[in-house]
């Protein structure tokens, strides 16, 4: 089972970036696939997280309005669009999978994912 996380870099405050996560090694239907990360000092919190339904999707306040997830399956693969960056957003960004996620505000609050990736690391500038 591996995840990838790539797209991060350097961008501008009120820039736009969008991450992707490559999965592999399992069928990306039974799960669900969420974003997390985690600032020098900080805990890591979730970002955003969709469900196998597609019925609950999470994202923190910090990001509601501004981030979106959305995933092809066939291509095994979930994306983080991020627009209006902001200095705060920076950090690492990892990508997780949870096996038959339904509740996503759940597993993305708690952090009870099944398996994680590495992470990409996004930094915006002011």
């Given at each position: 089972v591996q995840l990838?996380?790539?797209?991060?870099?350097?961008?501008?405050?009120?820039?736009?970036?969008t991450l992707s996560c490559k999965?592999?090694?399992f069928t990306m239907n039974y799960y669900a696939i969420g974003w997390f990360r985690q600032a020098p000092g900080k805990e890591r919190e979730g970002v955003s997280c969709d469900s196998i339904s597609g019925a609950d999707i999470y994202?923190?306040?910090?990001?509601?309005?501004r981030f979106t997830i959305s995933r092809d399956n066939a291509k095994n693969?979930?994306?983080l669009q991020m627009n209006s960056l902001k200095p705060e957003d920076t950090a690492v960004y990892y990508c997780?999978?949870?096996y038959k996620g339904l509740r996503a505000t759940?597993?993305?609050?708690?952090n009870t994912m099944n398996?994680?990736?590495?992470?990409?690391?996004?930094?915006v500038s002011s």
């Open positions: 990838q996380a790539s797209g991060g870099g350097l961008v501008q405050a009120g820039g736009s970036l999965v592999s090694g994202y923190a306040d910090s990001v509601k309005d693969t979930v994306y997780a999978a949870k759940s597993y993305c609050r708690y398996y994680w990736g590495k992470g990409t690391q996004v930094t």
